[in-house]
């Protein structure tokens, strides 16, 4: 509205955001935040179980070290990238409410930016100095501790983010107290933080496990030694995990809820809830008999059945982030904004002058015969378009055509718009629709067209943006001076 | 011609407030920002002192050396570069937020593709640090590696570039079709060569303190290239790209749109122009100087140039500052305003809802029909559920069943969708309104 919109019209924007978001998530979980600490609990390792002449097992230790070094490269390009990433996707595709969290939580935002310097500084630190430490005893034993510092730091880090998260996802805060002290008290932080923390433990542990298998050969003493240590810190964290896990699900709040069903899926899986403990409980099972056959049977464990529970543990947590992503529908921020970047308060303004008129960038501030189908299309563009698009993903007219029983018959007009008026009353993901009714006809006008042409919808990245004359410098001028002459003959009266 | 005229838009802010004081924003950007950008030069200047180093040392083996020390800081300083632009990233957001998510949006593509982009070039350094043996007797596809980082290197600040210009001239926004036309405004090239040539001078600054360092055992990994001829290279490199920027500075001065030029900004930065010439002076005097005397001031230097940046840091918040002021103020009281007018419609609607009261009952049960089903039940049709006519051959003596299916609905037709529940959302005696009006309706 006051901000050109980005559009990918095949992609879809939110799945821009998810892919990035998710890819983050999960290095950030299971190579930062769990890795850490078990990278740094298996150097220790080496050094408690060497020869007393030496400072620490040499073979073991430089296995610790090739796993770290897989942590540094991937944490320090893809995983610092993709943080970056989730910034600039999310400005481009909601950039109001991204500002408006930030003019929020500045400090939040900059307390977070200050505990991740020193976590990048300590990770420098922790991979670039690893082989000089083991020069000295006492080098090594700082060494470790400088892990040690890492491991906490990543954990805060992560544990501010899910402040801001859950401040998202918690209903009401915004409006009573925007302050950053509600992100830790609302109800949501504590059960992410206690779902988050071990279950980034277990995702550590089983990439471990992989990596040990590629870094060590069948057979080999340190190979054995590691899974069995792995393991059993696997077996420790994982009850800890489905327990976060339960318990997380079971607070989001029930009017959330009522929006899982699409968050998983299209409508169609409405086996939603049943799908969830499914993978959560075949996915526990399976990290469960990984970790007992190698505590107990290290010899059988094959690289390939590693994989494979890797694959799961990243699954069980890519599904919770996929549900979060969606959950708070159709608010982007609870009960202030909703997704379609328009604040719910200047909702009766737009119902009454139309969104058109108030949209700085569009070509049709009023909606005439002549226009009708172009209005539409910037009708949806402001309404519609952060979540569908008209030829990808999610596009409109495969909604609707899915709704009508997959006719392919032309829509009907009538009950495309009565089904407009009530969307967010039968579909509560969605916002409810903001402009007046001559805008809600040129929106049917153009989806029925969108149905017979394909034409694709463009973004302002690629056709830039047209100027509302009621927005311009003009009007704002004109409408300054109208200002001025009315105090004027107003100050004239008072003299009179 | 009406069709080549674009006006220039005064859209809304941000309804909401600075989360600080103006003053304490902008010294946090200034400084932040130019944190930032000494680790970027570090980063792009010393790939490409290791590209050119490399490409030397195929005919001489002690510049493979080099390019090889070289390329192990790059690894810190990228790392660095990255966090490093948080903090200005999200100050310029809060300070300019329409200006320049509106930069963003119209360079949409490229600017997404950074993160990409840098992601590639940061696997490259990675690759070319650690296959320094594996290709040692493979140095073209070595080098192309590197080269390959560089070419990214290079194209990021473009883009950066391009954004941070874009965002100065709410004037051109109505013009802009995509990354390449914001790309050509006029100031974007005059400012990256302004950058590059930093980038240039700043890694000679840095080499020159790394290669000096009491605890580098420079002589065990050099065999004939020895510390004063280094630091001779360094500091000429430094030399010149500072006098390079005394003629690419005007160039970027005169070719900057003239709307935000003031004596201010013509005063801070020509001060801080003059303040580097001491620091040319003693670099001068050091290169051709006798061996031993080319640590000689070294101190001098660095501070006189630094003092030189953060005047042109300065420089280039005043030129912003001057040229989007009066479009800021158009903003604030156009926010304002909508603030007001909102606030009015609000309390508008809020009003005409009192006759709603003394409607009959089915008159009622129509209304929440209306507003609760319509959009998938008619009465003779299927739309999206089925039919009035099928709901009452089903229900007609059984209206607590319906109303258990309105709370709670099942699955039970193939192909339809699952309909909404309305547990929450209707009363009971809403209920009950609305199965009377299903059930009696003819």
């Known amino acids: 509205m006051d901000i050109p919109l980005f559009h990918l019209d095949w992609l879809n924007n939110r799945m821009l955001i998810a892919i990035i978001a998710t890819l983050h998530a999960l290095i950030n979980h299971s190579l930062a935040v769990g890795f850490m600490p078990l990278v740094t609990w298996l150097e220790n390792k080496g050094v408690v179980n060497s020869n007393p002449h030496e400072i620490t097992d040499p073979k073991w230790d430089k296995m610790v070290y090739k796993m770290m070094w897989t942590a540094f490269i991937i944490t320090t390009t893809i995983g610092a990238m993709t943080g970056v990433g989730i910034w600039f996707s999310v400005s481009l595709v909601s950039p109001n409410s991204i500002a408006s969290l930030i003019r929020v939580f500045y400090f939040a935002w900059f307390v977070e930016w200050l505990v991740f310097v020193t976590e990048v500084v300590l990770i420098l630190i922790y991979f670039l100095t690893w082989k000089n430490a083991n020069k000295t005893l006492k080098a090594k034993t700082r060494h470790i501790k400088f892990g040690w510092y890492l491991s906490v730091f990543s954990w805060v880090t992560m544990a501010i983010i899910v402040s801001i998260l859950g401040f998202m996802m918690d209903p009401g805060n915004w409006n009573n107290e925007q302050s950053l002290i509600n992100g830790f008290t609302n109800p949501l932080y504590l059960p992410q933080l206690l779902y988050r923390t071990p279950l980034a433990m277990v995702l550590a542990g089983t990439l471990g496990l992989f990596l040990v298998s590629v870094f060590t050969n069948k057979g080999d003493t340190i190979r054995i030694k590691a899974f069995r240590y792995i393991g059993k810190w696997i077996l420790c964290w994982l009850p800890f995990a489905v327990a976060g896990a339960v318990y997380y699900f079971n607070v989001i709040p029930k009017t959330m809820l009522a929006n899982l069903q699409v968050a998983i899926g299209t409508q169609s899986f409405q086996q939603w809830y049943d799908i969830m403990w499914k993978v959560i409980v075949g996915s526990s099972i399976i990290i469960l008999i990984t970790a007992i056959i190698t505590v107990w049977k290290p010899q059988i464990m094959k690289s390939y059945f590693l994989a494979i529970t890797l694959v799961f543990a990243l699954g069980f947590m890519g599904l919770f982030e996929r549900v979060r992503e969606f959950i708070r529908k159709p608010y982007i921020i609870s009960e202030y904004m909703y997704s379609n970047l328009l604040r719910e308060e200047d909702y009766p303004l737009y119902k009454k002058d139309g969104i058109l008129k108030w949209a700085t960038y569009n070509s049709t501030p009023t909606v005439t015969n002549e226009n009708k189908v172009e209005a539409g299309r910037n009708v949806f563009m402001l309404a519609c378009s952060r979540c569908h698009t008209t030829q990808g993903i999610n596009s409109i007219t495969y909604v609707f055509d899915r709704m009508y029983g997959n006719t392919g018959k032309p829509f009907k007009e009538d009950m495309m718009k009565s089904y407009i008026k009530n969307m967010h009353k039968s579909r509560e993901y969605m916002p409810p629709f903001p402009g007046n009714d001559l805008e809600l006809d040129a929106l049917v006008a153009y989806i029925k067209q969108l149905q017979v042409t394909n034409e694709v919808l463009e973004g302002a990245q690629e056709v830039g943006v047209a100027i509302n004359k009621d927005q311009s410098v003009e009007a704002f001028k004109s409408q300054f001076a109208n200002k001025e002459t009315q105090n004027e003959s107003q100050n004239n009266l008072v003299k009179k | 011609m009406l069709l080549l005229q674009t006006s220039i838009p005064v859209p809304k ?430």
């Open chain 2, 13 to 442: 802010d941000i309804p909401l407030p600075f989360p600080a004081p103006e003053w304490f924003l902008v010294t946090i950007l200034i400084i932040s920002f130019l944190v930032h950008i000494v680790f970027v030069n570090l980063m792009l200047g010393g790939s490409l002192l290791t590209l050119w180093c490399q490409i030397k040392g195929i005919k001489n083996k002690e510049y493979d050396t080099l390019a090889h020390e070289i390329a192990k800081t790059i690894t810190v300083n990228k790392s660095l570069a990255v966090v490093m632009g948080i903090a200005p990233l999200l100050t310029i957001n809060t300070l300019y937020t329409v200006f320049f998510y509106t930069a963003n949006s119209l360079t949409g593509l490229m600017w997404i593709a950074i993160i990409p982009l840098v992601t590639v070039a940061f696997l490259l350094t990675y690759l070319h640090k650690y296959t320094w043996n594996t290709f040692s007797n493979n140095k073209p596809i070595h080098i192309l590696i590197i080269a390959f980082a560089c070419i990214i290197f290079m194209i990021i600040p473009l883009v950066f570039f391009t954004n941070v210009n874009l965002m100065l001239f709410p004037e051109k926004w109505g013009t802009i079709k995509g990354f390449m036309s914001a790309l050509l405004l006029p100031n974007v090239f005059p400012r990256y060569l302004h950058f590059i040539f930093a980038s240039l001078a700043v890694t000679g600054l840095f080499l020159f303190w790394y290669v000096g360092r009491k605890n580098y055992d420079f002589e065990s990994i050099f065999n004939q290239l020895t510390r004063y001829e280094v630091k001779k290279k360094a500091y000429s490199l430094v030399l010149a790209a500072s006098v390079s920027q005394f003629i690419i500075g005007p160039i970027v001065l005169l070719t900057l749109p003239s709307k935000g030029l003031g004596w201010n900004l013509i005063l801070v930065i020509f001060t801080g122009a003059i303040i580097s010439l001491p620091a040319i002076f003693y670099m001068y005097k050091a290169i051709v100087g006798k061996p031993e005397n080319i640590n000689k001031n070294f101190k001098i230097v660095v501070i006189c140039l630094t003092i030189t940046v953060v005047f042109m840091g300065s420089g280039r918040h005043i030129y912003r500052a001057n040229a989007l002021n009066p479009h800021i103020k158009m903003i604030s009281e156009k926010t304002q305003s909508f603030i007001k007018e909102s606030e009015i419609a609000r309390q508008e609607s809020a009003k005409p809802q009192t006759a709603v009261s003394d409607k009959t009952d089915s008159n009622k049960g129509l209304e929440i029909f209306e507003q609760n089903c319509a959009a998938c039940h008619a009465k003779d049709e299927k739309v999206v559920g089925p039919p009035i006519r099928e709901m009452q051959t089903i229900y007609s003596n059984n209206p607590s069943g319906l109303k258990a299916w309105i709370k709670a609905p099942g699955k039970k037709r193939e192909g339809y969708p699952q309909m909404p529940a309305f547990a929450n959302k209707l009363s009971d005696s809403e209920l009950n309104q609305l199965s009377n009006y299903i059930l009696t309706i003819k």
